[in-house]
């Protein structure tokens, strides 16, 4: 299990309320919700590459056909994709 510290002053002791993980030291609230910004916890954010190569595609048409060869080598199933070969 991973430990959690207290970003604010380092320490490790916890109690949880809602939401909300409170710093016994210090008394920093931490949310226990993931952050939307944050990395996934394999570091790879395939869907955010996918959505963005689709955005490419409607955005340059010229070139719509090899961001859509892209996204296939991503998600082969991907239906939005097939649409620009």
């Not at 991973?2 to 949310?31: L, N």
């Amino acid at each position: 299990m991973e430990k959690i510290i207290c970003q604010s002053c380092g320490a490790s002791s916890f109690t949880e309320r809602g939401p909300y993980r409170i710093c016994q030291y210090c008394g920093t609230k931490h949310s226990t919700l993931p952050s939307p910004a944050a990395p996934p916890a394999n570091g790879v954010a395939l869907d955010d590459d996918v959505q963005r190569l689709l955005s490419k595609c409607y955005a340059d048409p010229k070139r719509a056909a090899r961001y859509a060869s892209l996204i296939l080598d991503i998600d082969p199933t991907n239906e939005e994709a097939l649409k620009f070969l």
